[in-house]
């Protein structure tokens, strides 16, 4: 019999379980451990590649209007001055008189009391702390060789814009993305890898005319929306939330986030803003350089306006794992299953040999090797095939393969499926295309 236990974990839960099977390890930790820094072990760099690689296919490969781009870390410091960041992009930080704890001004339940000390009354005045990491080019630190690990992908887009258009000859609209790491000098960083200093993003610049800015917002949150539903996400654990005006970014007409209900409630998941034309007038001003877009229908050359869908990786990561998370009781005992969608499970199949005998090895590394150009597959051999079939609904793998002793008789294999336990019988010969069928759904 299977009864269904409570499925909300908790932050601590997933922690645990993502060191403990090989999500995501706490970096440096041999020397202590740096706070808010976090290594993907090889289940989560296996998560962390299929999230990527469908994103990459639903924004890149499967349209015919964007195109893909994959700009430097570090950039000329201009690039940071035309965007605003090194001027304006910062949050306001109290520093606490008692234990001298800096803390986020907007990020405080309560702004007159410290929640390290619980001290009242003991922060100063706010100061803005930008949040750009700062590096130095070449032998000597100084002024004029100041420069920034980026903050945002977005920003190698547009100055990549007129390079791109040019040389795939695109018409509006069209859309330029890209994947690839973000640094930002958080002041409070927390919450497992929700808000880190070095994280992977996932962003699509979708340049458009300005009169048809609205309608590609609409779409694009929609469509954004429908990725993560289409995923396997709880419709109940995702919803799509519109920024009040005092929210708005500087350069938004309009902003909605894709929130997700983390275990301390409602929180960003993506961000899908219409930046208008405030990028590419920023950087033609500043570089001198025409990034107008002619349009020879019309006769007239203007800013295109862009739309943003920006997401978070490492944040995807997270929330797939919340949402993954069940625990139910099989014959008396807590069964932890990880039910990933089966394009994002780290492990698709698990091929598991009853016995470590000579010749069921050597089915064993028949199908594995049938199996092993298709899928990413794990062969385990140790511990009681009960223990083994538990490990695999910790990790997440949708299939288990065992070869018994039967097979050397009737040349089949059992599939036991993750989320039913229900187990069938497969011939060798048929078992890849049995598996190719349930897998790329």
Avoid at 303 to 321: D, K, N, Q, S, W
Avoid at 362 to 391: C, F, M, P, W
Wanted: with cysteine; charged share 30%.
């Amino acid at each position: 019999m299977t009864a269904s236990l409570p499925e909300s974990p908790s932050l601590e839960t997933i922690v645990n379980l993502a060191k403990r099977r090989g999500f995501v390890f706490p970096a440096s930790e041999i020397y202590g451990g740096l706070r808010s820094s976090w290594d993907y072990g090889p289940l989560g760099a296996e998560l962390l590649r299929n999230i990527k690689d469908e994103w990459w296919y639903s924004m890149v490969r499967s349209r015919d209007d964007v195109v893909g781009l994959d700009s430097a870390i570090i950039q000329e410091r201009q690039v940071w001055q035309a965007s605003g960041h090194e001027e304006s992009f910062s949050d306001p930080l109290v520093e606490c008189s008692h234990c001298n704890k800096r803390h986020r001004l907007d990020k405080l339940k309560d702004p007159n009391i410290c929640p390290d000390c619980g001290s009242k009354g003991t922060f100063g005045e706010a100061r803005e702390f930008n949040l750009m990491l700062q590096t130095y080019l070449g032998p000597v630190a100084d002024a004029g060789a100041l420069a920034y690990l980026r903050p945002e992908t977005a920003q190698g887009i547009f100055i990549n814009y007129e390079n791109v258009r040019r040389t795939m000859r695109l018409k509006l609209p069209f859309g330029i993305a890209q994947v690839g790491k973000s640094f930002r000098n958080e002041i409070t960083p927390g919450q497992f890898i929700f808000r880190t200093r070095e994280f992977e993003q996932m962003e699509m610049e979708f340049f458009c005319r300005p009169a048809e800015a609205q309608r590609w917002h609409e779409y694009w949150l929609q469509e954004r929306l429908q990725w993560y539903l289409d995923l396997g996400m709880n419709p109940d654990n995702v919803r799509l939330r519109p920024h009040e005006p005092d929210e708005l970014a500087h350069y938004a007409a309009a902003t909605s986030d894709v929130d997700f209900k983390y275990p301390w409630g409602w929180d960003e998941l993506e961000g899908i803003a219409n930046r208008t034309d405030f990028d590419l007038k920023a950087h033609s001003e500043l570089s001198g350089q025409d990034l107008r877009y002619f349009d020879p229908e019309a006769n007239e050359r203007f800013y295109p306006y862009v739309i943003e869908p920006a997401a978070g990786a490492t944040r995807a990561a997270l929330a797939f794992m919340f949402d993954a998370y069940h625990e139910e009781e099989v014959r008396g005992e807590k069964r932890v299953v990880m039910r990933f969608h089966p394009k994002l499970a780290p492990i698709k199949v698990a091929v598991l040999p009853l016995s470590k005998k000579d010749e069921l090895l050597a089915d064993t590394e028949a199908v594995a090797g049938a199996l092993r150009t298709r899928h990413n597959i794990e062969v385990d051999v140790t511990q009681s095939i009960g223990k083994r079939y538990r490990r695999q609904d910790e990790i997440g793998t949708p299939y288990a393969v065992t070869i018994d002793f039967d097979t050397l008789e009737d040349r089949a294999v059992t599939v036991r499926d993750r989320d039913s336990m229900e187990q069938e019988r497969v011939s060798i010969d048929q078992i890849a295309a049995y598996l190719d069928a349930r897998l790329r759904v």
